[in-house]
């Protein structure tokens, strides 16, 4: 049932961290992170990064979590540990730092199984260009299929869940929306593919954000949802609803009739601004615990259906509204 599972970005709990360990020197632990995470109101589950988080003995991280009361939902790659790697992962020039990259990342599956967990979020920040003529678009496309196609392979039992961006950190991102990422996933063909649709970087790739979900959820699964906001401008990781409260309350209406069901995810920074990182993603669960009661409220009655059948946003924005202050139209 939606609204069941709470994730978050473990690094936001380095946050404000004089406050929380008055006598820390240096940048706190995973462990100090991962317990400090757990005194969240209603949070469930940590998604991870491989290899920042879990380099080795990754049952004995999943075992950390576990003792916490949390469970890992997956892993997300990361593609630092070459500098080689700001020129492209899967798509470097270079075959030798292409192939370390998909090792890389194979080494990430096999080490998210071990952990439990059932998926491996890929964002390939590095897969992209700056410059026009700095590259051959069809053999860049050619590699990504390739590089993709060769993880998801790796282990057709783990979810692996593609996470577009349209940039940052290269200008222009390969898998830069919801369209083209579609794309390479009906190229590739595999089962165990899917999408994760990240809020602020729907924004700003220019889409509304429930029909990107809608039209992911149509061609292929839904498998990871991150939330957050932001000026549509850049990647700037507010609170759930800070900006775009009439997209979000959509966006969680759309997923839930599409029958989405994994965990919410908060890929929010309050370490930029040096918020309490507890208070913030308490906050974000009772924001979203708000909407989805809006949502239920909305799909108690028919006017909506009825306002969207004609296509009247008058009707229909006055609905949502009033969901949000619990009540209904007459």
Known sequence: MLGQRFATRINSFASDAGSYWPDLSGKPSLAQMIARAATVDGLTELDLNYPDHVAEKPRDVANMVGDNGLSVSGLAMRYYTNPAFK?????????????????????????????????????????????????????????????????????????????????????????????????????????????????????????????SASHIMRRSKLLGMHLNDGYAKRDDGLMVAAVHVQATLELLREVKRGGYDGAIYFDTFPDASGLDPVAECAANIRTVRRMLQAVDLIESNNRLGEALAAQDPVVGTEIAQLALRDEVLA
């Open 87 to 211: 020129r492209g992962a899967f798509t470097n020039p270079d075959r030798a730092v292409r192939r370390e990259a998909i090792d890389l990342t194979k080494r990430g599956i096999d080490a998210a199984r071990e952990m439990g967990a059932p998926m491996m979020t890929l964002w390939l920040g590095q897969d992209g260009f700056d410059y026009g003529f700095q590259c051959d678009y069809q053999a860049l496309w050619a590699d990504e299929i390739e590089g993709i196609a060769e993880v998801a392979a790796h282990d057709p039992d783990c979810q692996i869940s593609i996470e577009y961006k349209p940039n940052e950190p290269r200008s222009y991102s390969l898998l830069p929306d919801a369209a083209t990422t579609l794309m390479a996933i009906e190229e590739v063909g595999a089962p165990n593919l899917g999408v994760t649709i990240d809020f602020a970087h729907s924004l700003y790739a220019n889409e509304q954000p429930a029909l």
